[in-house]
């Protein structure tokens, strides 16, 4: 994540004589509304709120996809822009997810893709329009800056799940389709040595304290939610399921996120947390001699005494889990599963 590391680098430089000595209150998360579920033939809307996609083939295949599910894509007004690394200016990337959420056509959001630049656009966003037409809002990376700030200002459930130019193989579909279409329940766990061969394996779950938990779905991406922390768009995590992945971050970096976020007191709020894949994780330096990533996560997440496993198939992989922000779920660590409790869609 090259260009969304290097330019929240810049964006905190720019914001560090505006810091205040005392955090804002985090937002109470109550129970979420649930969106309408996707039926086939209902229309989708497209946008790109933070990184560009100007190959019109790549977007072809974007749109394609999406008609393979079922459903007919409806592109946002900038959808095919750029603005340096972003895919439009602030102000219009913010113009297409509120134009999604007013148009009535519209039944859901895909995002395209992440990159960095959805936490930009948060005040610009029409939260109170946005409360007022409930619909899915699917993708993950950095549409983690909105899954949380959907969370905290709109009050319905989202989607952390591939974004619309991700593969979307079998298990990622499937996936997606029993949360969004059938309003279903279901037990996610990592894939069995019978199903390794249709999924590439990823690994095996490492547990760092047993035990079994409940409380709502809240994560993502942990590098867009530390620099979240001290914002009104962040929700509050007191009995929260934490769930958190990441990518091209060393271990060091994954160690300072986790310290923030502990000395924010989110990590102590929480009831359990779900680390999921690291992709690329590792430090480059031949002379490093550091502590392993399990051995960072250990050290931070073994003395919250809550159940805490690394290790679920959902992050920058071919192949994850949808799994939906807001909705309440019982994890088992020593058996590395999330059940959910209730269904993310009417």
């Not at 001290?230 to 971050?249: K, S």
């Not at 310290?259 to 430090?283: D, E, N, P, Y």
Request: charged share 20%.
């Amino acid at each position: 994540m090259f260009n969304r590391r290097m330019m929240m680098k810049g964006a905190f430089a720019a914001l560090g004589a505006s810091v205040l000595p005392a955090a804002p209150a985090l937002a109470a998360i109550p129970a979420p509304v649930r969106p309408p579920r996707l039926r086939p033939g209902d229309t989708v809307g497209l946008i790109e709120p933070a990184g560009f996609t100007d190959d019109r083939f790549d977007l072809d295949t974007v749109m394609a996809a999406i008609r393979a599910m079922g459903l007919v894509p409806k592109p946002a007004a900038h959808l095919a822009g750029r603005y340096g690394y972003l895919a439009a200016s602030d102000e219009d990337r913010a113009a297409d997810v509120n134009a999604m959420y007013a148009d009535p056509q519209v039944r859901a959001v895909f995002a395209v893709r992440g990159g960095w630049g959805c936490a930009r656009i948060l005040p610009r966003l029409d939260f109170d329009m946005i409360r007022r037409h409930p619909k899915l809002l699917i993708g993950f990376s950095d549409i983690t800056a909105l899954h949380l700030a959907f969370a905290a200002k709109a009050g319905f459930t989202t989607i952390h799940g591939p974004n619309a130019a991700s593969s979307w193989g079998a298990f990622s579909w499937q996936a997606f389709r029993a949360l969004a279409f059938d309003a279903a329940m279901p037990t996610f766990s990592n894939p069995t040595e019978k199903e390794d061969r249709l999924v590439p394996r990823i690994g095996s779950i490492r547990t760092f304290t047993p035990g079994q938990a409940t409380g709502r779905l809240i994560g993502g991406n942990l590098t867009v939610l530390s620099a979240l922390v001290g914002t009104p768009y962040l929700p509050d995590f007191t009995g929260a399921i934490l769930f958190i992945e990441d990518v091209d971050e060393a271990e060091y970096r994954i160690d300072r996120m986790l310290t923030q976020l502990s000395l924010a007191g989110i990590l102590g709020k929480v009831a359990g947390v779900v680390f999921g894949q690291c992709a690329s994780c590792r430090s480059t330096s031949p002379s490093y001699g550091g502590f392993t990533l399990s051995q960072v996560l250990d050290q931070h997440l073994t003395p919250l005494g809550v159940p805490a496993w690394q290790g679920a198939q959902f992050g920058h992989v071919a192949d994850q889990f949808s799994l939906p922000v807001g909705v309440r779920a019982e994890i088992d660590s020593g058996t590395g599963t999330i059940r959910l409790l209730e269904p993310a869609v009417a």
